[in-house]
């Protein structure tokens, strides 16, 4: 069982930037693929923006131009750099990990990103 750990969520006011980290506990972790997603209660789990394992990214069109997503694969990390963060952007945010060798996914245990009006 890979263990995917979140941190970095918190309250923020609106304007402000807050860095999501995602750690990794597994042993190949620069040949993964690997996003970012977030959810508020009562809706579907959507997706924020993707990292291939040859560093290509994907933005959600809510998010362009604000967020960035990078990973540092000796670390074992991915992280998410907001900015410009909206009261819409309060969700609680899941790192997500793929590996399209085996069709394999995890996900960490979210942690809560509030940002005030």
């Known amino acids: 069982q890979v263990q995917l750990v979140e941190s970095g969520g918190g309250l923020v006011q609106a304007g402000g930037s807050l860095r999501l980290s995602c750690l990794a506990g597994?042993?190949?972790?620069?040949?993964?693929?690997l996003g970012w997603y977030r959810q508020v209660p009562g809706k579907q789990r959507e997706l924020v923006a993707t990292?291939?394992?040859?560093?290509?990214?994907f933005y959600a069109d809510f998010v362009k131009g604000r967020f960035t997503i990078t990973r540092d694969n000796p670390k074992k990390t991915m992280y998410l750099h907001m900015s410009g963060l909206k009261a819409e952007d309060t969700a609680v945010y899941y790192c997500?990990?793929?590996?399209?060798?085996?069709?394999?996914?995890?996900w960490g245990q979210g942690t809560q990103v509030t940002v005030s009006p």
């Open positions: 997500n990990l793929h590996s399209k060798y085996t069709g394999s996914t995890y």
């Open positions: 990292i291939s394992s040859t560093e290509n990214s």
């Open positions: 597994i042993a190949s972790f620069a040949n993964k693929e």
